[in-house]
């Protein structure tokens, strides 16, 4: 027993842990929560975050009702899309989706939309969403190559990754860098904290 609520992170990308960690919040559950992620016919950008985040968030409640340990938790789940324009990017997996999107992305803005939803203990789900506006430089071949080389476009939204190597592409971000890696941390933190959850908790015991 940790005297706290018990919180599910219900996805599974390695850096939403990772965010939710840095601002001392320690997940009791990971529980990725499937979901099919291709845009409807004339969905937006804004509209797909939103749905996703939302679908992700009515499965693991679903999912957290059968099981003991996690009814009536705290649940957790995010979904961030690029676009240029109206245009929604792929989450990346193979190299020439990839080449294409930096391709788009090269001297341009583009938009990185971040839904994320809290589920209530009682089971009301709170939801966000984060516009985060990123300009990237001109990438020449020989950077564009080198990157894709590096393989750390592989599953993320846009092809790329500005919490590694493309932090050095981005001239501009006007927004909220944490929801562009996959996880804005101040909306999240309001929201739980908004509902009870007790954020500060870990905090107080010393340097995380
Ligand atoms: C733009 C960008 C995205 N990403 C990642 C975050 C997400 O993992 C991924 C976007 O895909 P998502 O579909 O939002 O998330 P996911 O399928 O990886 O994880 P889950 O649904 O289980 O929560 O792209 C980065 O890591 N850095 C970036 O700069």
Request: net charge positive; with cysteine.
């Amino acid at each position: 027993m940790t005297g706290r609520p018990t919180l599910v992170l219900a996805s599974g990308s390695p850096r939403r842990l990772a965010l939710l960690q840095q601002v001392g919040i320690e997940p009791d559950v990971l529980r990725p929560a499937d979901v099919d992620e291709k845009p409807s016919k004339g969905e937006t950008p804004r509209t797909l975050a939103k749905r996703l985040a939302r679908t992700k968030a009515e499965i693991a409640l679903r999912q957290a009702e059968r099981d003991p340990e996690t009814a009536g938790a705290f649940i957790v789940t995010a979904d961030t899309v690029v676009a240029v324009g109206r245009r929604i990017l792929p989450k990346a997996e193979m190299v020439d989706e990839a080449a294409n999107c930096l391709r788009l992305l090269s001297g341009r803005n583009h938009k990185v939309f971040t839904s994320v939803c809290v589920v209530t203990p009682t089971r009301a789900i709170r939801q966000k969403l984060v516009e985060t506006r990123v300009r990237f430089k001109r990438l020449d071949r020989e950077e564009l190559e080198s990157y894709l080389a590096s393989g750390e476009w592989r599953g993320k939204a846009g092809g790329y990754a500005i919490q590694g190597l493309a932090g050095s592409f981005v001239i501009k971000l006007i927004g909220s860098y944490s929801a562009v890696v996959g996880l804005p941390l101040h909306e999240t933190v309001s929201m739980l904290q908004g509902d009870g959850y007790p954020v500060y908790f870990n905090w107080l015991s010393g340097p995380v």
